[in-house]
T-cell receptor, first 113, second 112 residues
Framework: EAGVAQSPRYKIIEKRQSVAFWCNPI?????LYWYQQILGQGPKLLIQ????????DSQLPKDRFSAERLKGVDSTLKIQPAKLEDSAVYLC???????????FGSGTRLTVV | AQSVTQLDSQVPVFEEAPVELRCNYS??????LFWYVQYPNQGLQLLLK??????LVKGINGFEAEFNKSQTSFHLRKPSVHISDTAEYFC??????????FGAGTTVTVRA
């Protein structure tokens, strides 16, 4: 089966600019997650979707981050405006509803300068 | 809420030597435990998982882990490492909310 697709792989922007990341989960996976992985740290959950509804966004900095999952399939994560501390790898993962196995995408590496 | 502590940030090891990566967790509910590997510039790949049953879990690439409920640990082991095992390893715990919480990671560097 095809894996979790993410784009772009790399992005460099200046602080205060905006950026968007895209994720296409595995077909049929109802649950989608966005994680932020800062260099030297473990991934941290930003937001969890179940189909097109948000289950948990308690760790999402809502003043600058937003995410949506249209039609319960693809998802977009946006940052506006970006700060230097947003430099990280943004990982998307998906899983079947109620299933314990996640599949991760390769991530988008964001550098804010 | 659950959390994970990986006790070693870096583990250098010689090729063909054994390696153990330590992981302790805390949780007030039943947990499911995972080990992931991340190669440079790649996403996370599942090595193995403990959901229930036998406390000794075997995974891919010759790795295994043992769940110890009394010590709240889930240590990862490999009896003989290869250069290709050089990577970052993450322990993760998941409760009934289906959310994974990761440790800070252990960098394994295998030397010839």
């Amino acid at each position: 089966e095809a894996g979790v697709a993410q784009s772009p792989r790399y992005k460099i922007i200046e602080k205060r600019q905006s950026v968007a990341f895209w994720c296409n989960p595995i077909s049929g996976h109802a649950t989608l997650y966005w994680y932020q992985q800062i260099l030297g740290q473990g991934p941290k959950l930003l937001i969890q979707f179940q189909n097109n509804g948000v289950v948990d966004d308690s760790q999402l900095p809502k003043d600058r981050f937003s995410a949506e999952r249209l039609k319960g399939v693809d998802s977009t994560l946006k940052i506006q405006p970006a700060k230097l501390e947003d430099s990280a790898v943004y990982l998307c993962a998906s899983s079947l509803e109620g299933h314990y196995g996640y599949t991760f995408g390769s991530g988008t590496r964001l550098t804010v300068v | 809420a659950q959390s994970v502590t990986q006790l070693d940030s870096q583990v250098p090891v010689f090729e063909e030597a054994p390696v153990e990566l330590r992981c302790n967790y805390s949780s007030s509910v039943s947990v499911y435990l995972f080990w992931y590997v991340q190669y440079p510039n790649q996403g996370l790949q599942l090595l193995l998982k403990y959901l229930s049953g036998s406390t000794l879990v075997k995974g891919i690439n010759g790795f295994e882990a043992e769940f110890n409920k009394s010590q709240t640990s889930f240590h990862l082991r490999k009896p003989s490492v290869h250069i290709s095992d050089t990577a970052e390893y993450f322990c993760a715990v998941r409760g009934n909310d289906y959310k994974l919480s990761f440790g800070a990671g252990t960098t394994v560097t295998v030397r010839a």
